[in-house]
């Protein structure tokens, strides 16, 4: 069956160092991937999104990997601060469905001063 | 711009009545999609519209219906609800550029059905 797996437990880092988020999936072939920020009580909100044929993307002090082979994206947040406590969402896209997201669950940030 | 508003942002329900949810983007956005979240659950596509006119079944359809009469507009609704139907519902929208669909979303509705 196709599964989507993101870090369950919550991510709880110090201010200044850098996050990394992990999403796994199976059974996809997924033409990208892109990353949502949630914040309670909010309709997701996109980040970033790269494509099956590249290896990175970067904006500002947001970072992402896609390894098709290994089935894998790293999210990475450098010198994090507070304000980056959020629930972050990663989503598939497969190009037979309308462009349609497929969602993992969500991994917790926590970020302390 | 609005971007993408949802109408009403919370609703109770009893099981057994019927409503509609609103979903409009101001975007001149192609597609259109219903979401629902519950707890432990992450996002799941109820329905989705790749134009004016057009409506596609998504991951949970069953108890849902949608409409899709103008660009701006989509609509979901609930024939029949119940109370596994307690959720909050999120629209999104999104270009009709190939390889590139970044979707942006609504605030969310928050139903409960008793």
């Known amino acids: 069956s196709q599964k989507i797996e993101q870090n369950s437990e919550a991510l709880n880092i110090q201010e200044g160092k850098t996050a990394t988020l992990t999403c796994n999936y199976t059974n996809y072939s997924p033409a990208y991937l892109q990353w949502y920020r949630q914040d309670p009580g909010r309709g997701p909100v996109f980040l970033l999104l790269i494509r099956e044929n590249e290896k990175e993307k970067r904006k500002e002090r947001l970072k992402v990997t896609f390894d098709t082979t290994l089935k894998q994206s790293l999210f990475h947040i450098t010198a994090s601060q507070p304000a980056d406590s959020a629930t972050y969402l990663c989503?598939?896209?497969?190009?037979?469905?309308?462009?349609?997201?497929?969602f993992g669950k969500g991994t917790s940030l926590l970020v302390t001063p | 711009n609005a971007g993408v508003t949802q109408t009403p942002k919370f609703r109770v329900l009893k099981t057994g009545q019927s409503m509609t949810l609103l979903c409009a983007q101001d975007m001149n956005h192609e597609y259109m999609y219903w979401y629902r979240q519950d707890p432990g659950m992450g996002l799941r596509l109820i329905h989705y519209s790749v134009g004016e006119g057009t409506t596609a079944k998504g991951e949970v359809p069953d108890g849902y219906n949608v409409s899709r009469l103008k660009k701006q507009n989509f609509l979901l609704g609930l024939e029949s609800a119940a109370p596994s139907q307690t959720s909050v519902y999120f629209c999104?929208?999104?270009?009709?550029?190939?390889?590139?669909?970044?979707?942006?979303f609504g605030p969310g509705t928050r139903l409960t059905v008793l």
């Open positions: 999104a929208s999104s270009y009709s550029i190939r390889g590139y669909n970044e979707q942006f």
């Open positions: 989503a598939l896209g497969l190009s037979n469905s309308g462009y349609a997201l497929n």
